[in-house]
């Protein structure tokens, strides 16, 4: 069973960075032949899905409510995917999740999505 981890969350000022991490909890998953998300949800609201990066690693999507503040990216080597959060605004506080489809089909789209960490934190102020 895929078992992801999540970590690098916290507390930020408005304007502040943070980048978070996800790795899988065992070495054998290879993350980096699958589909990779983050999704980030806040109490009462839906998932919402802010990042893909597809298996081999080289495109991405991204939601509009992060286009050009959050960067998704692989380290291959470490079995890593990384986001990066610039620009963070007081509406970027939520629950931050790691994703995986298990396979090289990806997208933004919720139900793609199969595996998924236990979240970290994030809260700007």
């Known amino acids: 069973d895929v078992q992801l981890v999540e970590s690098g969350g916290g507390s930020v000022q408005v304007g502040g960075s943070l980048r978070l991490s996800c790795t899988a909890s065992?070495?054998?998953?290879?993350?980096?032949?699958?589909?990779m998300a983050w999704f980030r949800q806040d109490p009462g609201k839906e998932r919402e899905g802010l990042a893909t990066i597809y298996a081999g690693g080289v495109a991405t999507t991204y939601a509009d409510s992060v286009k050009g503040r959050f960067t998704i990216t692989r380290d291959k080597a470490k079995d890593l995917v990384y986001l990066q959060m610039n620009g963070l605004k007081p509406e970027d506080s939520a629950m931050y999740y790691c994703?995986?489809?298990?396979?090289?089909?990806?997208?933004?789209?919720?139900?793609?999505?199969?595996?998924w960490g236990q979240g970290t934190q994030v809260t700007v102020s």
């Open positions: 994703a995986t489809t298990g396979d090289r089909v990806c997208g933004l789209l919720l139900r793609y999505f199969h595996y």
């Open positions: 065992r070495d054998t998953l290879d993350l980096g032949s699958k589909c």
